[in-house]
């Protein structure tokens, strides 16, 4: 607020940021209105689930998994994105990271929400589901998920919301006279009586920095355990030491690619192009690069250890998995979620962004894929002297994941209606330093390119 | 308190260290008990009887007199004794009889119970405790309990457990059973179901009914504690049985162990060679229904069949 320039950048961070929570268009709500018809769709699928039982979808006794495993492994998988942009990019003080936390961290939180009630939505007996609380036993893998991915959503939550209050109290100062009471009431209450006073501002940031610190182990023992749920058991192609660092790795990949793509509509629709810049894209993609390395290098280790000595079952398993029926699937994983993407990602022959997002759509495409390879190839190979099984999903099973994808960015989509998609205290506070002190600034911003 | 250029305090550090270990704690908390419950049943049964334990059951299965019921043109006998005995749901094979391949061409007849392991995965990774050991050793199912979430199937590695996809087909008469883990008719839609050995048969010293139902005896009962197993017919020995027969149990390597042994042939006329002629036939279900096989509408594009 010193400088004149600054206090420019400030107000026009502040319209362009605040704009989309006060004036809505047309589109906004025909999207809405096609995600609910959607989400309704999924909706009356459930209910007839409900009514005939698991009957309804593909699964059967020899797979006994479906869709809603892999769409929870996904889910699950795409929440790491705000954990690791916002937490590890914050504790690591990567500085360009500012504009982008919001969205990472709101991805997190909906994703974990529409993620965790795809067990749910699994289950025989959905209205047994608090057995998992009062007989709940703390040897099964199972539970291990439901405390980890508890303490997930509620330490995401308060790490979404510990930034988001100066925000808020920005929006409570700025409403206008013509605003209703109950949003004034409500953006008042959010704000937790916020005045900007240094010591506020203290206890805030350290607040956030520990919240930077926590969230990350629990977010590393999410997909660790959600793996176990795999690992324990004696699968072939479950039955791995890696699973844990595996699936970590996998979600940390497609947590990248989904806020490159948020991010890429966003900018668009809400026109943060001065904020979020080629530079947030290009830094975001060799990280995609680094994690995709990792996990091309770990997708090697997995299949090649067990490859070379050929277990019986596990060598069903390759044999299905690399040659026979799940073979496409396979290699649309490896050639569309690994090669393109590497290549699209090294190549800088095509401009920046519609490249990179292309790379990070395949990456998530590849990834679902990815998990549908992990699940359900390992559960046809027969234990016993008998056939191989087969799966195929029924219309249930694609309408409950259709409308989870929907619920997914129908969530999301309400969610950039109430809270600034990006910090704008922090983005402002940021550029309020570089301006005080251009020096060190610079050099922190070639290391972080 | 915070010095930029020091990173952290001696009192954070504790702090943090002391809150990192009893997370660790808390997270590893599971993995012992695991390990402890491995440690108790990795004990021969026979040796270390529970204080309450009175019996240990197993079941030995002699391979060389299996024929799979192809001699007397039938479907198995254990299985068909078992589908009428319980009501077993269509499609079910609590006991399931697998013709296997030898490496001379030929085939030999496997029937596969539940093999109620001492050291069972489905009992370890259930998330309700409604599957669970009894007294006797017998692997049981909860029905009321049991949340449909499949860990245990996907943990057995026999395959020795069905689900109830949708609601269960049964004859008129099952209604009447009154149900109870050791008994579990009837079936209940969205719940794990498998062969308990006839537990409550046992508790009133009757034979199962696959044991009672082989027409060639091939199947024994036996007690781990006693050391005796019967077929209905002879009462043998069991540890002495099983020596001199080289039994083995199946997937022994995986350490779940099962307490069913299997005697393996000695080169008698059993099983039956490529050119034989006789049909191994399917189980049947007296009361008709279509089994989980199909699936049922109001579907937006007309009656989904397979």
Same mark, same amino acid.
């Given at each position: 607020m010193r400088f004149g320039g600054t206090e420019d950048y400030r107000q026009r961070l502040e319209r362009t940021v605040l704009r989309p929570l006060a004036q809505t268009n047309r589109g906004y709500y025909a999207l809405v209105l096609f995600l609910l018809a959607v989400v309704g769709w999924g909706l009356?699928?459930?209910?007839?689930?409900?009514?005939?039982?698991?009957?309804?979808?593909?699964?059967?006794?020899?797979?006994?998994?479906?869709?809603?495993?892999?769409? %929870?492994?996904?889910?699950?998988?795409?929440?790491?994105?705000?954990?690791?942009?916002?937490?590890?990019?914050r504790v690591t003080r990567a500085g360009w990271r500012t504009p982008v936390t919001r969205m990472a961290e709101l991805i997190t939180v909906v994703a974990i929400s529409v993620g965790a009630l795809m067990p749910i939505i699994d289950l025989g007996r959905p209205d047994r589901v608090w057995h998992m609380i009062t007989f709940g036993r703390f040897q099964s893998p199972l539970m291990w998920d439901i405390v980890s991915i508890t303490s997930y959503l509620t330490g995401s939550l308060i790490y979404l919301y510990l930034p988001l209050i100066p925000d808020f109290a920005l929006v409570r100062d700025r409403l206008t006279q013509g605003t209703s009471a109950f949003k004034r009431k409500v953006y008042?209450?959010?704000?937790?009586?916020?005045?900007?006073?240094?010591?506020?501002?203290?206890?805030?940031?350290?607040?956030?920095?520990?919240?930077?610190?926590?969230?990350?182990?629990?977010?590393?023992s999410v997909h660790t355990v959600v793996s176990f749920v795999f690992s324990m058991l004696l699968r072939p192609g479950w039955d791995s030491t890696i699973f844990g660092i595996y699936f970590v790795i996998g979600a940390i990949f497609s947590g990248i690619a989904s806020i490159l793509i948020v991010m890429v509509i966003f900018r668009k629709l809400y026109h943060l192009e001065e904020y979020i810049t080629e530079r947030h894209f290009r830094n975001l993609s060799y990280l995609l690069l680094t994690s995709l390395l990792i996990y091309l290098y770990l997708t090697i280790s997995e299949y090649l250890t067990?490859?070379?000595?050929?277990?019986?079952?596990?060598?069903?398993?390759?044999?299905?998995?690399?040659?026979?029926?799940?073979?496409?699937? %396979?290699?649309?994983?490896?050639?569309?979620?690994?090669?393109?993407?590497? %290549?699209?990602?090294?190549?800088?022959?095509?401009?920046?962004?519609?490249?990179?997002?292309?790379?990070?759509?395949?990456v998530n495409v590849g990834m679902w894929v990815k998990r549908f390879v992990i699940v359900i190839p390992t559960l046809e190979v027969p234990l016993m002297p008998f056939e191989f099984g087969a799966y195929t999903?029924?219309?249930?099973?694609?309408?409950?994941?259709?409308?989870?994808?929907?619920?997914f960015i129908l969530i999301f989509a309400l969610f950039a209606k109430i809270l600034p998609l990006i910090s704008i205290w922090e983005v402002a506070e940021e550029k309020e330093e570089q301006e005080r002190e251009p020096p060190p600034r610079t050099r922190e911003m070639v290391r972080a390119k | 308190?915070?010095?930029?250029?020091?990173?952290?305090?001696?009192?954070?550090?504790?702090?943090? @260290?002391?809150?990192?270990?009893?997370?660790?704690?808390?997270?590893?908390?599971?993995?012992?008990?695991?390990?402890?419950?491995?440690?108790?049943?990795?004990?021969?049964?026979?040796?270390?009887?529970?204080?309450?334990?009175?019996?240990?059951?197993?079941?030995?299965?002699?391979?060389?007199?299996?024929?799979?019921?192809?001699?007397?043109?039938?479907?198995?006998?254990?299985?068909?004794?078992?589908? @009428?005995?319980?009501?077993?749901?269509?499609?079910?094979?609590?006991?399931?009889?697998?013709?296997?391949?030898?490496?001379?061409?030929?085939?030999?007849?496997?029937?596969?119970?539940?093999?109620?392991?001492?050291?069972?995965?489905?009992?370890?990774?259930?998330?309700?405790?409604?599957?669970y050991h009894d007294k006797d050793g017998v692997v049981l199912v909860d029905h009321h309990r049991c949340i449909g979430c499949r860990m245990c199937?996907?943990?057995?590695?026999?395959?020795?457990?069905?689900?109830?996809?949708?609601?269960?087909?049964?004859p008129p008469e099952a209604a009447f059973a009154e149900y109870s883990p050791l008994y579990p008719?009837?079936?209940?839609?969205?719940?794990?179901?498998?062969?308990?050995?006839?537990?409550?048969?046992?508790?009133?010293?009757?034979?199962?009914?696959?044991?009672?139902?082989?027409?060639?005896?091939?199947?024994?009962?036996?007690?781990?504690?006693?050391?005796?197993?019967?077929?209905g017919v002879e009462v043998v020995k069991l540890s002495r049985f099983l020596d001199e027969n080289n039994a083995y149990r199946y997937k022994e390597e995986l350490g779940t162990q099962p307490r069913v042994w299997y005697l393996p042939g000695h080169g008698q006329g059993f099983g039956r060679k490529p050119d034989d002629p006789r049909q191994f036939k399917e189980p049947e279900w007296s009361w008709g229904g279509e089994g989980y096989d199909h699936r049922p509408g109001p579907w937006p594009w007309g009656e989904a069949s397979k």
């Open positions: 009356y699928a459930y209910i007839i689930q409900l009514r005939y039982g698991l009957l309804a979808t593909g699964m059967r006794d020899v797979v006994i998994w479906g869709l809603y495993l892999v769409n %929870f492994v996904f889910f699950i998988g795409i929440s790491h994105a705000g954990t690791l942009i916002s937490a590890i990019l008042t209450f959010l704000a937790v009586g916020w005045r900007d006073k240094p010591q506020q501002r203290h206890r805030l940031e350290r607040a956030i920095s520990v919240m930077a610190v926590i969230i990350i182990p629990i977010a590393v067990v490859g070379y000595k050929l277990e019986v079952v596990e060598a069903h398993l390759l044999e299905i998995l690399l040659f026979g029926k799940n073979a496409p699937w %396979f290699w649309l994983f490896v050639v569309g979620g690994l090669v393109i993407p590497a %290549f699209l990602i090294i190549f800088r022959r095509w401009p920046t962004i519609p490249r990179l997002v292309t790379a990070a759509v395949l999903p029924t219309w249930v099973e694609w309408s409950i994941t259709a409308g989870a994808f929907a619920g | 308190m915070r010095d930029k250029n020091n990173g952290i305090t001696r009192r954070q550090f504790i702090k943090r @260290s002391v809150g990192a270990a009893g997370l660790f704690a808390f997270l590893s908390a599971p993995l012992f008990s695991v390990l402890t419950r491995g440690k108790a049943s990795a004990e021969p049964a026979d040796t270390a009887p529970t204080k309450e334990s009175i019996r240990a059951w197993c079941m030995v299965i002699d391979l060389k007199k299996c024929e799979g019921c192809v001699t007397i043109d039938s479907p198995p006998q254990c299985t068909q004794a078992c589908i @009428s005995g319980h009501f077993v749901p269509k499609g079910q094979e609590w006991i399931q009889v697998y013709e296997v391949d030898l490496p001379g061409g030929g085939t030999y007849f496997m029937p596969t119970p539940c093999y109620q392991c001492e050291n069972a995965p489905c009992v370890n990774v259930c998330p309700v405790a409604a599957t199937m996907g943990a057995c590695p026999y395959h020795r457990r069905f689900f109830n996809w949708g609601t269960p087909e049964l008719v009837p079936a209940i839609k969205g719940t794990v179901i498998k062969c308990m050995f006839c537990a409550h048969f046992l508790r009133d010293g009757k034979l199962p009914y696959c044991v009672a139902g082989c027409p060639m005896k091939a199947l024994y009962m036996g007690d781990l504690n006693e050391d005796v197993a019967n077929n």
